[in-house]
């Protein structure tokens, strides 16, 4: 069995540490707690790529460097290569309706919003993959948003301190669940 498991974000160090790369943060914690090896840029999927075999089961990291609203194509052409079915794929990213120190797992679900599912979507032309959505809106209050910026300006801004150890407590939650 084989098992496709992507981290959403951008490249780039200017993005590292900001909300919108969520994914990239947790497949890298995933990767080294789980002692898959260094990342190996692959120029036909723009990815880098992580293998590790597990039993049986073949499991693929990957980091798309498409930019986070075109990771579809980058998904498309792994997905593709390796035989992967869409069921096999799991799909990690940010969440801004989500509140900090939360996440949900779903499965076909619609973008909601949220422009790097929308281009996988698009590109694979099914809904049928795992989704991890991890809360990064640290201003949720009764269920509503307090966020006084625009969204796409606190994507791109740096985490605190602060919620970073909150973000690290459930990317330990996140990666029992992938057990």
Do not use: C
Not at 39 to 66: D, M, R
Not at 97 to 110: A, T
Not at 149 to 157: A, D, H, N, P, R
């Amino acid at each position: 069995m084989i098992k496709l498991l992507v981290g959403l974000g951008n490249p780039g160090n200017q993005y590292q540490k900001t909300p919108h790369n969520v994914g990239f943060v947790f497949l890298e914690k995933y990767r080294q707690e789980n002692s898959f090896p260094e990342w190996k840029f692959f120029k036909k999927f723009n990815a880098f790529i992580s293998k590790k075999k597990k039993g049986e089961e073949t499991i693929y990291l990957a980091l798309p460097q498409t930019f986070m609203n075109n990771s579809g194509e980058s998904v498309q052409k792994i997905l593709s290569f390796y035989k992967i079915p869409s069921s096999k794929l799991i799909i990690v990213h940010d969440d801004i309706d989500i509140p900090l120190g939360s996440f949900k797992i779903q499965k076909n679900k619609g973008t909601a919003g949220h422009n790097g599912i929308k281009s996988i979507i698009e590109k694979i032309k099914t809904k049928d993959f795992q989704r991890i959505r991890i809360g990064i809106n640290p201003k949720i209050k009764n269920g509503k948003s307090e966020l006084k910026q625009k969204t796409e300006k606190f994507v791109l801004q740096n985490f605190t301190a602060k919620e970073i150890k909150i973000l690290e407590t459930i990317f330990q939650e996140i990666s029992k669940s992938l057990s």
